[in-house]
């Protein structure tokens, strides 16, 4: 029987078919950017998928602690996989929209805040047993607490610290006449034993750096700040703070070591020690800086690129009347996605990773990366307490971690975006195109335009 064209039921159909084409187009495009999954050695066992930025010998290092937990049962085969930090946060929420996530992420990025509120990550209060949850609040470092908790909840657990202290070449303090067995004790004496280590060509160029804060961006003020009693975040009372007269000391303190050597003299001489040199050409090593603020990861370097280096550690000191032991810090962390396919076993291998269940086992591993770790009972466990005497530069670091004055990024959901804007004003205030206290009414007028576009959106704090 002859049947008239149906224009409507055609053009329903032509939608369905691509609707049913963007779907599939949309899954190809998700399974594509994910990870590949690794072969399974243990097929009987349940898979605990995990993914870490690690690459290189680092990504050794993990697979080391990976072989390790899946040697120490037979329920669970955790399957890691590196997946580089520059494409981590986007493969990972692919994972997530794809209904196929790990059930481990680790990362070191500025994602907590804003990955809990946005519901992609679990919170791991509810997991711990009472026991766990005693050790976890009691006896972590307060850095590390800081580091994991949104909102009163813990959404991540630390496996590695990472602070700063100074790092003194000797042989430059003892040519100078200084006594490198008895480093600064303030702000003040450092920069007199910078001024002292400076060294100028014949056109009054700098050439070497006696103290200069190299850290980029942001980390200068954020490492300063806490010691002259500021910060950008009131942990008691939960709120930002920016623009403060703690902070404008600080960024004060720090602008006037380059307009000492003069702001376009620190620029050219920067400019030609600039990035994150992982290797005998580390500026420090070269000889570029007398004095530099650095991580404990440096010494493992040293280590391996020049061993015969003449050099020292101590903790930045403070300014008179300041805060000791006082800076900036970050860390490892490892989340449990939500829609994670294994949840028990995936808080099984944090606690084995980070030692909440056996810390003598799990302080081996933070030797293996030269890694601070984040419990007290783990640096003095027996195999960490051998490798700080093998490498007594550490110390430096470990003297540090116990202070209720180290600080992360502030736990804001747009901690990524005031991160970057801090940066800015910081870096100008550090080539002179702003004064101090210009740049911190610039964050603070950037942050309150984010903060009202975020309530116009919806969205909360």
């Not at 290092?61 to 955790?78: C, G, L, M, P």
């Not at 520059?86 to 794809?98: C, E, N, R, W």
């Not at 003069?262 to 800086?289: K, L, M, Q």
């Not at 700080?388 to 600080?407: I, T």
């Amino acid at each position: 029987m002859y049947r008239p064209f149906d224009h409507e039921r055609s053009a329903a159909g032509t939608r369905a078919l691509w609707a049913i084409a963007i779907v599939l187009i949309a899954s190809v495009a998700v399974a594509l950017a994910l990870p590949q999954t690794m072969p399974r050695r243990f097929p009987d066992r349940k898979p605990i998928h995990v993914w870490h930025p690690w690459t290189a010998e680092w990504k050794t290092i993990v697979d080391r602690i990976v072989a390790t937990y899946n040697a120490s049962q037979d329920r669970y085969e955790v399957i890691a996989l590196s997946v580089p930090a520059h494409t981590a946060a986007s493969k990972f929420l692919s994972s997530v929209a794809g209904g196929a996530p790990p059930d481990v992420i680790v990362s070191w990025d500025a994602v907590i805040p804003k990955w809990a509120e946005g519901g992609i990550i679990m919170p791991l209060d509810g997991l711990m047993s009472a026991e766990e949850r005693e050790r976890v609040t009691r006896s972590a470092y307060p850095i590390s607490l800081k580091i994991g908790t949104y909102k009163s909840r813990l959404y991540a657990i630390v496996t590695g610290l990472d602070v700063y202290a100074c790092y003194l070449r000797t042989d430059f303090a003892r040519e100078a006449g200084l006594d490198a067995e008895r480093p600064p004790e303030t702000l003040d004496n450092l920069v007199a034993w910078g001024e002292k280590l400076d060294r100028f060509d014949s056109n009054k160029r700098l050439v070497r750096a006696g103290f200069l804060d190299p850290l980029s961006s942001v980390l200068g003020l954020a490492m300063f700040a806490p010691a002259f009693g500021g910060g950008f975040y009131d942990w008691d009372r939960g709120v930002l703070t920016l623009n403060t007269p703690e902070n404008l000391r600080a960024l004060s303190f720090l602008a006037g070591t380059r307009e000492r050597l003069g702001f376009e003299n620190v620029v050219r001489f920067e400019s030609g020690h600039s990035g994150d040199v992982a290797n005998a050409a580390w500026p420090f090593i070269t000889g570029a800086y007398g004095i530099t603020i650095d991580g404990q990861w440096r010494v493992e370097q040293i280590a391996q690129y020049a061993p015969d280096l003449a050099y020292d550690t101590f903790p930045i000191p403070p300014p008179v009347g300041g805060r000791a032991h006082a800076g900036w810090a970050s860390g490892n962390f490892a989340m449990i996605a939500k829609g994670a396919k294994n949840v028990e076993g995936a808080w099984e291998f944090i606690r084995f990773w980070s030692g909440i269940d056996n810390p003598d086992r799990a302080a081996e591993f933070y030797t293996w990366g030269g890694w601070l770790p984040p419990f007290p009972d783990l640096a003095e466990a027996p195999a960490y307490r051998e490798y700080v005497e093998k490498n007594p530069r550490f110390k430096a670091f470990l003297d540090v971690l116990p202070s209720e004055y180290l600080q992360p990024m502030p736990p804001v959901s747009h901690q990524a975006y005031l991160w970057d804007r801090i940066a800015a004003a910081y870096a100008a205030a550090m080539r002179g195109t702003l004064r101090p206290d210009a740049a911190l009414a610039r964050i603070t007028l950037e942050n309150e335009r984010e903060v009202a576009m975020h309530k116009e959106l919806g969205y909360t704090e």
